[in-house]
């Protein structure tokens, strides 16, 4: 499962989280480096967390997207909600 999440979320364009563009250009993004450093803003993290809620069936606050380290911390924090769920 965890990998299938982390698949899903990781599966688009190295420049994209959840359909959206991020400022750091793909060869350049370093899969650990955190979100908000990114580009990612608080509509964008809405949103994000909007395709989450939608596609996995868990919540993930914006407040947790925008502040995830990366998205690879974010494949585990849906991966912990649907494990607990």
Do not use: K, W
């Amino acid at each position: 499962m965890r990998a299938q999440v982390g698949a899903q979320l990781a599966g688009q364009p190295a420049d994209r989280v959840g359909g959206f563009e991020l400022a750091a250009r793909r060869e350049r993004l370093d899969p650990a480096r955190p979100l908000s450093q990114l580009g990612l803003d608080s509509l964008m993290a809405t949103e994000v967390a909007t395709t989450i809620r939608r596609r996995f069936g868990c919540l993930i606050p914006a407040l947790e997207v925008i502040g995830a380290d990366g998205i690879a911390h974010l494949a585990r924090l849906v991966y912990a909600r649907l494990a607990r769920d």
